[in-house]
């Protein structure tokens, strides 16, 4: 079972990638407050703001480490996120030798080659939630109980302080579920 | 976008741990520092800071006009800070541009105001969503003639929050406009931001007429010997007359040599007498620096990790970064240039060569330029290849 926090030189470079409207901004906006706020890191969140960011490919950036964070940008990124095909054509070359790739694998087509991948289907499980919406939390989950890196108990505060209370408990459960899938395939 | 910690604090005052965009950093600084009055266009990449205000500055009784332009948007700022507001107005490069003409008549009428200006890529719309960092010059010297003016420069979120503050409490004192001179990096960047509880919010008021109206004559444009007059706020019943014709002390037009020497000097003087208050620096390792990068915004983030990754090699890298780019800290460079241990200045910037002038004309030392049209940050990796040649 892997343990090892994905890092450079103690920072931990992830991208989250996917198309307008699958919330990849929050997700990436849960991470990097949940390390800056609970969990006693830095940490720098960016997002593409490219032409095509309105409904088209979306990326978030977020930069995680003990020290404080000079350079915002990810360039190799220690953990991919590929929430669509295009996304993880574009991003793949560019993820660390080693570093860690989450697909949803019902909405990106692996290379044959592609080895050590984890693959969670964030989109069903959300819709078996009674709502596609919370996919991003579901991955959310899933990215932090793989790479552990950040607490479970500060992604949890990070949820709590962002989404509207009504539907907090919605977003609870797509995180757990998405957590616990990855305790699963980490013990597996 | 996403709802805020849970804080405690008033409505204008969020008190508390967040992590936030820089450009509601700035909006949440402007509320802090007293914000009455916004009036702007919105524009990428400063759009969030209008968004953010139009939300929130109802609901701490303010006032948020979303104008026809740019043009009507400083003006707006200028009438409702002549009338007593804080007034805020946010923009980027083609906006600023507009903004021009009636900065020169702020400065002139000296009317107190803070303009952001969020640089994206240039000239022209040229890069709507990415970072440029081209409007230095612009800011200092935009507006015809000669003036001077005060711009900050923030390297995080949460400078945008620590020095909108600051921008309105300068504006107060010297009567002036002042700048954020903020880039899309720094804008778009969503990190760690403090606010504090208001006992920790400094706060400079204007200077206001020692008198009530009609107890004798106010000269609206006497300056005290800090070169600043005391400033009457249209509707309070003291005699004031604003013009952007050269003027006296009454504030009627005087035009003729000696008074546009007197005024033109005083206006330009006033900034000059103050700049050690408002000039700001962050100083790395400059204790035994032999190359030293100047360097200001976000390019400041990479510039900073460029020197460490230096130090790490053995070089002795130094960083000097202005927080305040106008005035500029021109007395900082000039000590480190006569230091005698100094070799060599770095300037990176994502220009063609703006604040790299301001180090030759200080310096007789080399001046190693690093420029880029826009578009992207510059790596520290670039920049630490030209501190070790």
Known sequence: ?188 | MGADTKVAGSPRLMVGEHFMLGDHACAEGALAAGLDFFAGYPITPSTEICERLAHRLPQVGGRFVQMEDELGSIAAILGASAAGARSLTATSGPGFSLMMENIGLAVMMEIPCVIVDVMRGSPSTGLPTLVGQGDVFQARWGSHGDYSIVAFSPSSPQECFDLTIRAFNVADQLRIPVFLLMDETIGHMTERVVIPPADQIPRTPRKRPGHAPGEKLFLPFKADGDLIPPMAHAGEGYNVHFTGLTHDERGYPALNAQAHEELVMRLSRKVSAHASEVTLVEEVYLEDAEVVVVTFGCTARSARRAVNLARQRGIKAGLLRAITLWPFPEEHVRRLSESGRVKRFVVPEINLGQVCREVERLTSLPVDRINRAGGAMISPQSIMEVIAA
């Open chain 1, 1 to 188: 079972m892997a343990s090892k926090v994905p890092m450079t030189n103690g920072v931990t470079q992830v991208r989250i990638a996917g198309f307008g409207g699958q919330g990849v901004i929050l997700t990436g906006m849960l991470l990097g407050k949940a390390a800056s706020l609970y969990d006693g890191k830095e940490a720098v969140f960016t997002q593409s703001y490219g032409p095509e960011a309105r409904g088209g490919a979306s990326s978030a950036d977020v930069v995680i480490s003990s020290e404080p964070v000079d350079d915002p940008l990810v360039t190799n990124p220690d953990i991919l996120v590929a929430l669509f095909q295009e996304a993880y054509v574009r991003f793949r070359p560019l993820l660390r030798e080693g570093g860690m790739l989450i697909v949803d694998d019902e909405l990106v087509h692996a290379d044959a080659g592609e080895t050590g991948m984890h693959a969670i289907p964030a989109t069903r499980m959300a819709e078996a939630l009674g709502r596609r919406i919370v996919a991003n939390v579901v991955v959310f989950g899933y990215l932090v109980g793989m790479s552990g890196v950040i607490s479970r108990d500060a992604a949890i505060k990070a949820i709590e302080s962002t989404v509207k209370p009504k539907t907090y408990q919605l977003n609870l459960d797509a995180f757990s579920a998405g957590y616990e899938r990855a305790r699963g395939d980490r013990a597996s």
